[in-house]
């Protein structure tokens, strides 16, 4: 499962580094959706939330689901999101854990970084923090979170079974950890998965389903849910030679 680390990260970095500083999700040149890109057209959260953040953090956001309604946060919990980008996640989980909550937002890429301590200093927000760091060797404390989320990031890396595994370590016992992500239904030839530009728009880094959750299970997480597979939005178009690619919300727990 590990695939050559550097330059997929520096793929990943360069497209995420010229979208940060762009502000907008839509500015690759591609188009919003159709070639698979992250940045998506439909609207993945209700008006109601995002009325209550800055367009400086709604422009931003290049998710694939709403992550945060899944993780049915508490008041005073421990939040990390792994691949924070604009922020959008951190902000609507710190609404819900309040001051006494903490929630923490990992990125490796400086451009989306300094976007994200922007905007949350604009807003005001006091209770988040943005960590520069990878998602494989998180700068994260053991067994100090309460609830992990990401929202289109895991099908990025190239060694998912090192996040999975960073995952379950910094989780608290009885933590949980709330995906939306892209997977698919059969794998990529060879050939595809070599395409990095395909790969940093999340497309041919996505895995098939069961290979995901059989990560997450290996990693020690257990009560693996993958919700509204079935009925999941297609919101990456099929193209020919290619598996179905869809998005899915997975929730599991830390024993
Ligand atoms: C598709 S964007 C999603 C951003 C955010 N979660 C959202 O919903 O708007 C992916 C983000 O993950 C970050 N990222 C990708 N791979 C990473 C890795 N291995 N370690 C840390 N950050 C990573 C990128 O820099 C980028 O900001």
């Given at each position: 499962m590990t695939e050559s680390i550097i330059p997929i990260h520096e793929i990943v970095q360069e497209r995420y580094g010229a979208l940060a500083e762009s502000g907008?999700?839509?500015?690759?040149?591609?188009?919003?959706?159709?070639?698979?890109?992250?940045?998506?057209?439909?609207?993945?959260?209700g008006d109601d939330i995002l009325q209550a953040l800055p367009a400086s953090v709604t422009n931003l956001s290049?998710?694939?689901?709403?992550p945060v309604t899944i993780a049915a946060l508490q008041p005073g919990e421990w939040v990390l999101d792994l691949g924070?980008?604009?922020?959008i996640d951190c902000f609507l989980a710190a609404q819900r854990v309040g001051e006494t909550g903490y929630v923490i937002g990992i990125d490796m890429t400086p451009a989306m970084l300094n976007k994200a301590t922007e905007n949350r200093v604009k807003m005001g927000v006091t209770n988040v923090e943005f960590r520069r760091g990878q998602i494989e060797q998180m700068p994260v404390v053991s067994d100090s979170i309460d609830v992990i989320m990401s929202n289109c990031?895991?099908?990025?890396?190239?060694?998912k079974s090192a996040v999975f595994a960073e995952a379950f370590r910094v989780l608290k016992p009885g933590g949980r950890i709330s995906l939306s992500d892209i997977v698919t239904e059969g794998e990529f030839s060879a050939e595809l998965r070599a395409d990095a530009a395909k790969w940093a728009s999340c497309v041919t880094g996505a895995i098939p389903v069961d290979q995901y959750t059989g990560l997450m299970r290996a990693a020690?997480?257990?009560?693996i849910q993958v919700i509204d597979k079935a009925d999941a939005k297609n919101i990456v178009e099929h193209q020919a030679g290619m598996p179905r690619i869809y998005s899915a919300r997975i929730t599991a727990r830390k024993p």
């Open positions: 907008n999700c839509c500015a690759t040149g591609d188009s919003c959706a159709a070639d698979g890109s992250c940045c998506q057209p439909v609207q993945l959260y290049l998710g694939c689901g709403d924070s980008g604009g922020g990031v895991i099908n990025l890396s190239p060694d020690g997480f257990t009560d």
